[in-house]
């Protein structure tokens, strides 16, 4: 216990013990579907933002504006006299950047403009969208447990959206208010219409996606109410926590800017404290868990993190001092006595090759359970792992980008005897939607036509097994009873258009082919997906104070 006290101590007063050029500016979080990521990454692949930490998003905007300056310094140090045609489009990147980002760039006394410490965003945007969805999904497949979640591919990592099959229309808008330089305010509501389903499969209504005020000290930034928060090194997050389901209602502390430790790299940390609700099968359960990032060199990143759902009404319950243990994973008595928790604990690994464009190497290591006797068995039986490679320059300017991924679930992941929902909130897996007992093969391609349009594609192998498995004393867990394998090939085609100052269109194609729908040998399926949406740029007429 003495261990943990002085690790606890450390962490919260290591702000003390690093510096930062920049003064502290509260500022509402940068959306997670935010065209301004792919803007980052290709600066990220010329290199001019060695300081980015990727395991812990979505960054702050205050956080983006930082990484812009960050990217401004570095180009106009590295460009030479003679200009080459990657650096006329790096400068309209950046510029663009910088216009957008011009009052979190003034408020981090970072450009030399004036800033409203009070100012108002009713609506930074209007966005309609319509969704013809011909995919019924199905259940996961418990194979020792069951998981109250759902599997339909075609429509996941969209924030917990209930995307159901036949037709759906929606609006969503964001309002965003600087009280002070040091809180903040945003509001992200969703309206959605079902305009063709039957009775069971309605989902409609008035949803709130994100309600979040900030306060920020020292580097320091608490967030309250709900929020997304993604934990993983791929572009939709991880193993832990991903873009799958929806935001979650509670209490978060993190450090927005990495910490800068003199002559040993830059820290980032998260630690979030959660409720999932009255859906669980104990109700109102606790979840909580920490991250640290930690990036000893420009390019190698680190990161160790544990989460765990625990408590809720009738669920086990121990004493102060073994739910602290638990949360650090000390167990009374050791092994599974006591069983106080669902949990997930691992670590995650990230390398850049400046020889190769900066190509990004990652991976994920998360254990479901983990037995140091047999640490091999662990990695097979026990883990979710994602390996992935990520070329944000695949030409020489990165108009091109291309992200190749692998993923590999255990049979026990996201499953628990007593909190037998799982890793799920409201029918979501928290982490990685693949789900257990599966593995994956990601392709994901990019074109930019800078600055009025994007195009991608993508193709994704999935196998998901039904299979049964029994506890053996000297090899873990094996195979009881063989069962069907359901196989999923899909390929998404994408992409959008800036008409104007205000209109940016965007449009989704989807088509998935189905082998042993349901884990039954029953033949072939085919599913289809096409997403229309129209986004209304408002930001400068919803403004108070107005800009000069």
């Not at 430790?261 to 606790?286: D, M, R």
């Not at 190749?404 to 799920?424: A, F, N, V």
């Not at 036509?449 to 195009?455: A, E, G, Q, S």
Request: proline letters at 5%; one cysteine or more.
């Amino acid at each position: 216990m003495k261990k943990i006290f002085f690790f606890l101590t450390f962490l919260f007063c290591l702000p003390g013990l690093v510096f930062s050029k920049n003064r502290d500016l509260s500022a509402p979080l940068l959306p997670v579907n935010s065209s301004v990521y792919h803007s980052l990454d290709l600066l990220r692949g010329h290199g001019l933002i060695p300081s980015a930490i990727q395991g812990i998003r979505p960054w702050t905007r205050a956080e983006a504006a930082r990484q812009i300056d960050e990217a401004r310094g570095l180009f106009e140090h590295s460009k030479g006299d003679s200009l080459q045609d990657k650096d006329y489009f790096l400068e309209d990147v950046i510029s663009n950047l910088e216009k957008q980002f011009s009052e979190e760039l003034s408020g981090l006394g970072l450009k030399d403009e004036v800033f409203h410490n009070w100012r108002l965003k009713g609506a930074r945007y209007i966005d309609f969208f319509l969704t013809e969805l011909d995919s019924s999904g199905r259940p996961y497949f418990g194979n020792n447990s069951p998981i109250n979640g759902f599997f339909n591919p075609l429509v996941q990592n969209h924030q917990g959206r209930h995307l159901k099959e036949e037709t759906q229309i929606g609006l969503s808008t964001r309002t965003e208010a600087q009280l002070s330089s040091h809180a903040s305010f945003s509001f992200a509501p969703f309206i959605q219409f079902q305009l063709q389903a039957d009775n069971a499969n309605r989902e409609q209504g008035f949803f709130v996606e994100e309600l979040t005020g900030s306060l920020d000290f020292l580097n320091t930034q608490l967030d309250i109410g709900r929020r997304p928060l993604l934990w993983g090194q791929s572009d939709q997050g991880g193993v832990v926590l991903s873009n799958n389901a929806r935001p979650l209602d509670g209490v978060f502390l993190g450090n927005p800017h990495p910490w800068k430790i003199h002559h040993a790299g830059s820290l980032k940390y998260a630690f979030f404290f959660t409720t999932l609700g009255e859906e669980q099968v104990f109700e109102n359960a606790y979840f909580s868990g920490l991250k640290i990032s930690y990036k000893p060199w420009k390019v190698f990143e680190v990161g160790i993190a544990r989460a765990l759902v625990f408590g809720g009404e009738g669920a086990p319950s121990g004493s102060f001092q073994e739910q602290f243990g638990e949360f650090f994973g000390i167990r009374p008595g050791g092994g599974d006595d006591g069983n106080l928790s669902n949990s997930l604990s691992g670590f995650e690994l990230r390398g850049v090759l400046p020889f190769l464009r900066n190509t990004e190497i990652y991976s994920e290591f998360y254990f479901d359970d983990f037995n140091l006797k047999h640490i091999f068995r662990s990695f097979v039986q026990d883990s979710g792992i994602i390996g992935g490679i990520f070329l944000s320059r695949l030409d020489n300017k990165g108009t091109w980008s291309l992200r190749l991924e692998g993923r590999k679930m255990s049979p026990i992941m996201y499953q628990h005897g007593i909190w037998t929902d799982g890793w799920t909130l409201n029918g979501f897996v928290l982490g990685d939607p693949l789900g257990p007992d599966a593995e994956s093969i990601r392709l994901h391609v990019r074109k930019i036509f800078y600055p009025k349009m994007t195009v991608w594609g993508e193709f994704d192998f999935e196998r998901s097994d039904s299979d049964i498995y029994a506890s053996d004393p000297s090899e873990g867990r094996i195979v009881a009873a063989n069962g069907t394998p359901e196989k999923r090939y899909r390929l998404l085609l994408g992409g959008s258009r800036a008409w104007t100052k205000r209109i940016t269109t965007e449009a989704t194609l989807g088509y998935e082919r189905v082998t042993n729908p349901q884990f039954l040998e029953t033949g072939g399926q085919d599913n289809f997906l096409l997403m229309a949406g129209l986004t209304l740029n408002t930001d400068d007429l919803t403004r108070f104070p107005r800009s000069d």
